[in-house]
Nanobody
Framework: VQLQASGGGLVQPGGSLRLSCAIS????????TGWFRQVPGKEREFVAA????????RYGDSVKGRFAIERDNGKKMIYLQMNSLKPEDTAVYYC????????????????????WGQGTQVTVSS
């Protein structure tokens, strides 16, 4: 499984941005996809995850109510719609996937994901 994230950029506080993640290769066994973010000097932070069977979704506390993870089955794409952006949302955003069965309580764990994209920079600033 290969992942390619895109859509990052510079946006003003309160604005919106939509990140995309293209999934290529043999994705037939994919069970979960997610988004994480990271700023220099800090650990990778969970943003959102979607289990493919059943559609269970989880969000990090700092983005609940503002971000939404979506999946387009036909296009093999994952999206992260980000609204009401804040300066503290500034980070490199990574999409990730796994073929393992991940329980709900582990959906936000970095170790639950085996495949990672290269990251896309999001900067929220006026």
């Amino acid at each position: 499984v290969q992942l390619q994230a895109s859509g990052g950029g510079l946006v003003q506080p309160g604005g919106s941005l939509r990140l995309s993640c293209a999934i290529s290769g043999d994705s037939s066994g994919t069970t979960i996809t997610g988004w994480f973010r990271q700023v220099p000097g800090k650990e990778r932070e969970f943003v959102a995850a979607l289990r493919w069977r059943g559609g269970t979704v989880r969000y990090g506390d700092s983005v609940k109510g503002r971000f939404a993870i979506e999946r387009d089955n036909g296009k093999k794409m994952i999206y992260l719609q980000m609204n009401s952006l804040k300066p503290e949302d500034t980070a490199v955003y990574y999409c990730a996937a796994s073929r393992r069965g991940i329980i709900v309580s582990a959906m936000g764990d970095v170790d639950s994901f085996d495949y990672w994209g290269q990251g896309t920079q999001v900067t929220v600033s006026s």
